[in-house]
């Protein structure tokens, strides 16, 4: 196991090739480790060589920072306090209910400087109050999802910040900024409804497997073309709202019409989407 030897005088800012970027990571769970995962092949895309970027990983989570270690050469720490000490930027993956802990940890041991940079991953958390846990260090709040390993996720972020976006724009397509804490508590559940839509997609494929009898693989083969075609006309259309797109193809009289028709009524499947969304989002509140 590493043990810092870096100064905490240290930038973290990607100003040349020399020093590497060092990002510390505070709790490396399933999602920190995906985003460590899209950030270092984005990175690669980018032309950066491995020692351009380090990742500093807190203790606890042998089997993820042993995997993110060998892949790519990830630094694992004795501590906490160790992981501050190595790096100005750090992203913090705890679960909501573990921040509290660390954060007295940190301030017990004035690990925090005001020069610290925090990107929390965390539901549910007010920026003030993760300000007043984790200062003087700064913090903003980034949210993204498992999926993100795969090079093709967005990231949310508030507030608007310059530096979050050069450290983690490479892991991912795009960043979405907010300058509204209830509009980004409300995004994150945007990446809910990825899972959402794939147990969506199993219900389709039990039926077709099932009914007329079509095989697994065919029928997802069928249902993922679908999707991407429905993603295609999107992004061909980006200023032609998705329900228009749905009416001009489910044109008067088609069987498309009719689907369209049951699934938007006042009981359908649409509006049932949308109370699903308007609870959580009062949980979240
Ligand atoms: N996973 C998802 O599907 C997903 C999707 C979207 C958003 N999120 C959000 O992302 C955040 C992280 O979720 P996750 O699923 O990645 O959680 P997770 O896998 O449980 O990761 C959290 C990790 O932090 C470690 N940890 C806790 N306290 C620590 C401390 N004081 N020092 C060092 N390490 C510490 C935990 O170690 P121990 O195991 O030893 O406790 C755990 O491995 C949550 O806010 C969650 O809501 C998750």
Redesign the pocket.
Known sequence: MASSTYSSTSTCHRESRQPPTRLGV?????????LLVALARGCQREGRYRHDLEFHL????DV?SHRLGWRFGAIRHVS?VAVCESSLCLLV????Q?LE??AS?LRESHALSKDHHLMV?????PLQQLQRWFAPARVVRV????AVCEGQSALTLYPEDPLTRDLLGPAVRQIIAFDDEAAFEAS?LA??VN?WQMAQQQALLDWFQTVPGITGPQARQLLMTQMRDALALMEAHPDTPPGELASRIGTPGTWTARGLEQLGGKEGAHRQWQQVLEGLRSELN
């Open positions: 505070l709790g490396v769970g399933e999602l920190a480790e995906s807190s203790p606890r989570n993820r906490n993956g705890v679960r909501p573990q802990a660390l940890e991953l965390a539901a549910g958390v949210m993204t999802g498992l994150m990446v809910c899972a």
